[in-house]
């Protein structure tokens, strides 16, 4: 439905949450006028935050449409009140202009706000460049690697020279393939218990480390997926003092779990980037504080459940958060950094990002919006999920808080 009126709301208007109010809502606006031909939904107090932007989306679709959809990711973007995402599939690699003219064509029924990575090399192998130039031309926000591995120095440096003449953002996710080494974890007190080969920290830091030095020497704009440990915030903070333009972002989970999960044997704790130590996520939090750290990643992969019901080590690496991203972080991160802090975070900084506008709350504005209680709990289950995945280290626990519906893109939908 395009219109709706929402009683006893409390709106984010001006860095802070109003008193109660009745919000009248008609195609895709906050109106002053009566509706008399609306729905009401009484808020009972809870509050209206502007849309969230996912940093990290991977819906699967074309080629492994069996697992997930753009149809089965805007579902989970409404659930979860998220108005657009910037968007990466490591199984559809954008590297023409064709495959993003068609992707845009794909997800352009939902009305959202998307942004597309395109992919600097063919097929995420760093073995071919792409057309950068044509796929900024097509739309493209910047050039991604897919979350492979690119630790070729000499076709970075090709790839970031030609890329250059865009300029737009490089994006990595910085972990060194030879150090991974089939490692599954973080190396660490946890990884020795369990008789697991672990993923050390230098294979991030190394694989940082080598990007800074060529995007300082190239004067190349670059961004951080998925920052797992302290010691990579430290060289971006290094980078950031000699001239480098660089951005980073930390996802859900990292700020929530630590390596100290894995005594539960939890298949869904196996995610790409590991999770790192307790010291670890403090210093990704610290880095929230400081301003280190840009945004906060959803990092939206999903994994069929046969591929995930499995044994630690046979399970397929990833995890869905779009639904429940904000339940789990906006305790934590209103009482260590403010109600207004953690909408920058999860919304405005990320679009930033994306190079995608930011949304707000305003009488005679475009308006997206999310519905939450911050009073009410949440319980993890899998019918909070769109698809046939579920696929998230929560599932089974209580959040603080629950969304009770959204207005995106001009439709209210009650969750």
Known sequence: ???????????????????????????????????????????????????????????????????????DGVEAMRRGGFYGGL??????????????????????????SFAFLGAFSVGYKCKELTEMIELAEEGAVGFGDGNQDASRTRFLRLAMEYGSMTGKRFFFMPLDESLRHHGLVHEGHYSDTLGMKGI???????????????????????HFKQVSCGETLKLIEMAREQG?????????????????????????????MPFRSATDKDALWQGLKSGTVNAISVNHDPVLRQDKEVNFEDAVPGAVSLEIALPALWKPLTEKLGESRAI???????????????????????????????????????????????????????????????????LWTEV
């Not at 590297?95 to 959202?112: H, P, T, V, W, Y």
Request: hydrophobic letters at 45%.
């Open 1 to 71: 439905m395009n219109k709706v009126i929402l009683k006893n709301v409390r709106p984010f208007i001006n860095g802070k949450f109003d008193a109660p109010t009745t919000m009248n809502l008609a195609d895709g606006k906050w109106v002053q006028e009566s509706l008399t031909d609306a729905p009401t939904f009484d808020a009972g107090g809870a509050l209206a935050l502007p849309a969230l932007f996912g940093l990290g989306l991977d819906f699967k679709e074309p080629l492994r449409d069996d697992i997930y959809s753009f149809k």
């Open 87 to 112: 968007y990466e599939s490591s199984d559809n690699a954008i590297d023409d202009s064709r495959k993003l003219s068609a992707i845009k064509q794909i997800s352009s029924f939902a009305g959202f």
């Open 200 to 222: 050390p920290r230098v294979a991030e830091t190394i694989a940082a480390f080598r990007i800074l030095e060529m995007a300082r020497f190239l004067k190349v704009p670059v």
């Open 244 to 272: 480098v333009d660089v951005t980073c972002d930390v996802d859900v989970y990292h700020l929530l779990l630590d390596d100290s999960c894995l005594f539960d044997l939890d298949s869904h704790s196996n995610v790409v």
């Open 344 to 410: 920058e975070l999860l919304s405005s900084a990320p679009a930033k990002i994306a190079g995608v506008g930011g949304v707000c709350l305003g009488l005679d504005s475009k308006v997206d919006l999310v519905l939450f209680d911050d009073k009410a709990k949440t319980e993890v289950t899998s019918s909070l999920f769109a698809g046939q995945v579920r696929n998230s280290p929560l599932l089974g626990q209580t959040l603080s808080g629950k969304i009770l519906g959204s207005y995106l893109g001009g």
